[in-house]
């Protein structure tokens, strides 16, 4: 008879802004399946708060914001940030200094949430580097999410840049999941749940 697995250590850097969550396989709520959300809030009175960045969509800047003639004939689609408030549009811009309106959430990636901010953005006015804009984001209420991890139904990882604006952001969960080894490497095969996209 083979013996277990050692079960994975689910707490690898601390719950603070800035940090990857990652969702294990056990967790079933369909708006987090496969998901890596960068906190940008988190602890305290007030819960947490985060970005989804794997979940690209179809929908392009332009579309969504159609009275903003700023914006037409940029090609930016739309990231799906999470369940809350789906009817808002956050900004994770990347740059040295962020710009008025950010607030520095990870080395050299900010973010902002104002029309102003979107359109600067897109038309390279003031906001310089890469950029990318979400719809929602997702929210947990006090001690909501430490219960969720204590439970084993994300990991907590170190914050990665290059993560957070892969040019696949589709496979970033696979490739945290080969990288982690052990007994979730064999979920680095699994094709992305594209369902929320």
């Known amino acids: 008879m083979s013996e277990a697995p050692p079960p994975v250590e689910v707490r690898q850097a601390p719950l603070a802004r800035g940090s990857l969550l990652v969702a294990l396989p056990s967790?079933?709520?369909?708006?987090?399946t496969q998901s890596v959300v960068l906190l940008c809030e988190a602890g305290g009175e007030e819960g947490a708060m985060g970005i989804v960045v794997n979940r690209p969509t179809d929908l392009q800047l332009a579309e969504a914001l159609p009275e903003e003639s700023l914006l037409k004939g940029h090609e930016i689609p739309i990231f799906l940030g999470g369940p809350v408030q789906t009817d808002r549009i956050l900004l994770l811009a990347r740059a040295d200094e962020p710009a008025e309106g950010f607030v520095e959430v990870l080395n050299g990636i900010a973010l902002g949430g104002t029309l102003d901010a979107l359109k600067e953005a897109a038309t390279g006015q003031r906001i310089?580097?890469?950029f990318r804009p979400?719809?929602?984001?997702a929210?947990?209420?006090p001690g909501q999410l430490e219960s969720e991890i204590d439970l084993g139904a994300w990991l907590l990882l170190p914050g990665d840049?290059?993560?957070v604006f892969s040019r696949n952001p589709q496979t970033v969960w696979q490739e945290l999941m080969a990288r982690m080894g052990g007994p979730l490497e064999i979920y680095a095969t699994m094709p992305p749940d594209l369902?929320?996209?």
Do not use: H, I, K
């Open 128 to 130: 310089t580097g890469e």
């Open 161 to 163: 840049p290059e993560l």
């Open 139 to 141: 929210g947990w209420g």
């Open 195 to 197: 369902s929320m996209n």
């Open 27 to 32: 967790l079933t709520d369909p708006n987090f």
């Open 134 to 137: 979400y719809r929602g984001y």
